[in-house]
């Protein structure tokens, strides 16, 4: 390889079962944060067989000691996370612009309720193109580093970017892309 190209790090496409999983498994962090009895969740997870899909990092949300104040709320923000996943298996026709928090009964309406069936949400769930996933991470990327520049050198953040929003949403396409095939509670968000 020239010293010139950029080296472009291991790609790991994530299959739509993956997809669907990472998705389910989110709506039910989502849900805890909110309130949902944590048993509950873990019943609903268990019985569509989606428990050995949570993370160590949910695993400690869900079946550890009292969650902290601390797990609850980076549990909500996992919203963030969930609405490049939900674009991905085609329920959103675009990602909203990263400029406000997201709309939570848009993303309820779009998955099934916690404690219901989610066979007919997984048979229909189909997954966008390879191609359309990264043009979507290759934005994010580009709109993550000008709010990183910004607060390096002290400028406003532009275009009313909410760092939250856009952080969770890289993270998640990070993830949606496979990039350095890393597993969900290690992603990272380079820029």
Known sequence: MNSDEEEIPPFKERTLGDVVKRCLVL???LGAGHG???SDVIEW???????DSISPQE???????TPTQQQLTNATWRAEALVP?????NLFEAIPEPTRLCDLELIQKNIPEIGS????????ARLRSAD???DANHEIYHIHWSVRDARLFGRPIPNSLVPGVVQERHYA????IGYLDQDWDDVTTDT
Request: net charge neutral.
């Open 27 to 29: 709506y039910g962090v």
């Open 36 to 38: 949902v009895p944590r």
């Open 45 to 51: 997870l268990t019985r569509e067989s989606l428990l």
């Open 59 to 65: 695993h400690l949300l869900l079946l550890g000691s």
């Open 85 to 89: 996943i939900i674009w991905a298996l």
């Open 117 to 124: 069936s989610t066979a007919s949400f997984v048979s229909e």
């Open 132 to 134: 359309q996933i990264a």
């Open 173 to 176: 396409l990070n993830w949606l």
